[in-house]
């Protein structure tokens, strides 16, 4: 008798197990790892911001090396979402920006990380909501620096994003 309450049990138990899972696949992983949230309930959360990558979109002509002139591209920041666009700059290397949005008040980071460095250290150099912004900088060190742009609107941004110096264009992070 024991040992069928004991079976019973277990079966009960790992039934419950299985739905507490699959609830929590569909309400939390799914929105937070892959963007995808059948219920809704991952965006209201903010769960969905954690993986960014798969609706920002880019349109640019790619550049390797570092030349004269300059370089635009148009950035689209999903509603309630963050993005990142870096270049690679050399210690000491200068360069001049200028974005501007559509029109909204976008959320932006302009910062950088040291090449090589792997705790996570990064230098914000300015920091703003605004819907455009125009200067320069140079690097204090060698590394990827750029812009984080952050959408605290309820529909996408379009950003117009322009600038020279001497770099490697990363793109999107």
Known sequence: MNAHLSTKSLIKATLISLVVAAFTLVLFILPAEYNIDPTGIGQKLGLT????SSEATINTSPKTASSEGEDTVTLTVPTGRGIEYKLAIEQFQKVKYEWLTDGADVYVDLHGEPRGDTTGYFESYTIATTPDMQGSFTAPFAGSHGWYFKNKTDSDIQIQLTFSGD??????K
């Open 49 to 52: 911001i954690l993986n960014p």
């Open 167 to 172: 770099y490697v264009i990363e793109g999107l």
